[in-house]
């Protein structure tokens, strides 16, 4: 392995061949904690969004997404880069881009662990106090999820993969149990609600009036946005990206990273779309409507069919797999964050960090002292929601998933627009670049992350709920644009003061010596 520069300092590296195509797959997956976006998302999209086209919201995310894995899965069998949207942005749009890029990231990756802390709390408080009359602070089930993270970090990655792919089969067996038991069952109350998977229907605002599911012979107007539909089906992908911050890790990561990135994206989309329909379905869309209208009973259009078709035992097996779930997606998170500071400290662009954060451990090959730093930050995040009585639900988990999706989809953006650029305005590796793989696809797709993001910014009082008002929320996007500004100023000041040290910022890649020798800003 080469260095980026010969200026570079001696980085260490991540533990090789660590991890295949199946280990890759199962971690970012877990990220999107399916059954946690199933049963979270679904309801929200079907009550306030575009109600029975919820479904097809799935579907029209599953498209677009896709059209951007194709970019980046092209860009991954070039560029090999642990600090994934760093390595790309800064080899696409340049280091100074690609450092705020890369501060953007790790913020998302640092306060999504602290958000799914908080839901994983939540759950294992209610499941506990519920079926054992367990009863103590949510905050010691956060402390325990954030100290077992730490240990799994410490050690081999691979031991990370098998726990959560444990997790991760188990949530997708149980959904996939009760989408098998509607479709046999020959459908649900009100017919297969097929219009639920036309692609136009995913832009329907709902409108109208169902029948109150509390009081007989009453009804209840309903009303919602197709822009938060659309934005919660999106949500539901957080994450997936992460498959390429693997690649020095997993075997033959130029094949696998590739073949990771669009089976997390294609297959987890496809799941979502006959999930989300059978549980429409199997409720029945009027039903289900109504329901998701009270938080209480959201959660109902899946538990119904789960229940009727499956039995009672499995819902308590739900409440167990929702607690599991979000402990997974944390956990993957948690190695997703100590990547990227161990990717940035391993630069060494402030004197002592390739020494400390940025090194790896001398056995066992894991970023071990970076994932103790991330650690202590989601530490104080949570005993910060903690000590000031807020709900680790209702504010812990949505406020910093909302900030954390603030500073990724700009990032996902920006690393559609450099994959256009590596490929037709840099012209590097010309025999990859296609026209549409490689320009029209990622364009679509940047396009559609910057609609995102705009959804996200018209609805995220909604998406807030009644933690809009925190201050923390309202601090929110002045946290993204102060830390994406940091980046750009600190690019700027080494490209100015310390050239030497501006010339390694991103370029810390496997097999890289074809990529410094095209650079056009080395040249």
């Known amino acids: 392995m080469q260095e980026a520069a010969d200026s570079a300092p001696q980085v260490q590296r991540l533990k090789a061949n660590a991890v295949g195509l199946t280990g890759v797959v199962f971690m970012a997956v877990a990220t999107a904690a399916p059954i946690t976006a199933m049963i979270g998302n679904v309801p929200i999209a079907v009550g306030f969004g575009n109600g029975a086209g ?42 100074i881009v690609g450092m705020a890029a890369g501060a953007l990231t790790t913020l998302a990756y640092v306060v999504f662990e602290a958000a799914l802390v908080g839901i994983f709390s939540f759950f294992a408080t209610n499941f506990f106090t519920n079926h054992m009359g367990i009863e103590i602070p949510w905050v010691w089930y956060a402390l325990t999820m954030l100290v077992v993270n730490s240990i799994l970090t410490y050690f081999d990655v691979n031991l990370t993969a098998k726990v959560l792919g444990f997790f991760l089969v188990t949530e997708i067996l ?33 409108s109208g009036v169902v029948a109150d599911p509390v009081h007989a012979g009453s009804t209840i107007a309903v009303a919602g946005s197709a822009g938060i539909g659309l934005f919660f089906a999106f949500w539901s ?233 925190d201050i923390v929320f309202k601090l929110s996007p002045w946290v993204v644009g102060v830390i994406g500004l940091s980046g750009l100023v600190f690019a700027l000041w080494t490209r100015r003061f310390a050239p030497a040290k501006y010339e390694i910022i991103g370029r810390v890649v496997l097999d890289d010596s074809s990529e410094r020798d095209g650079d056009p800003e080395l040249a």
């Open 237 to 469: 992908w957080v994450g997936f990206e992460s498959t390429a911050m693997y690649g020095e890790e997993s075997r033959n990561p130029k094949k696998i990273i590739p073949i990771a990135t669009m089976v997390a994206v294609l297959g987890v989309g496809i799941f979502y779309v006959i999930v989300s329909w059978s549980a429409l379905v199997g409720t029945g869309p009027s039903r289900a409507i109504a329901l998701a209208q009270d938080p209480d009973t959201a959660g109902d259009m899946f538990f119904i069919p789960i229940e009727e078709h499956l039995g009672h035992w499995s819902l308590i097996l739900v409440e167990f797999l929702m607690m599991t779930g979000s402990y997974a997606c944390g956990m993957a998170f948690h190695n997703c964050a100590a990547r990227y500071i161990y990717a940035i400290g391993r630069e060494d662009l402030v004197p002592g960090m390739s020494k400390t954060i940025g090194s790896s451990h001398p056995k066992h090959g894991s970023p071990h002292i970076a994932g103790f730093v991330q650690t202590a930050v989601a530490t104080v995040i949570v005993l910060f929601f903690f000590f000031s009585d807020r709900n680790p639900y209702t504010q812990l988990y949505t406020l910093m998933a909302i900030l954390g999706t603030t500073a990724i989809l700009i990032v996902q953006a920006l690393a559609a627009f450099s994959c256009v650029s590596y490929f037709h305005v840099l012209k590097m590796h010309p025999e990859s670049a296609n026209w549409f793989r490689t320009f029209l696809a990622p364009l679509i797709g940047g396009v559609g992350m910057l609609g995102v993001g705009w959804l996200l910014i018209k609805n995220a009082g909604f998406a807030a709920g009644d933690a809009a008002s």
């Open 54 to 95: 919820a479904p097809a919201g799935y579907l029209v995310a599953t498209v677009i997404l896709g059209l951007f894995a194709l970019g980046y899965s092209a860009m991954s069998k070039h560029i090999t880069s642990t600090g994934a949207f760093y390595g790309f942005i800064s080899h696409g749009l340049g280091r």
């Open 174 to 206: 149980i959904l996939t149990a009760m989408t098998i038991s509607v479709i046999g069952s020959g459908g649900g109350p009100e017919g297969w609600s097929w219009s639920s998977l036309n692609p136009l229907s995913a832009f329907d605002s709902l």
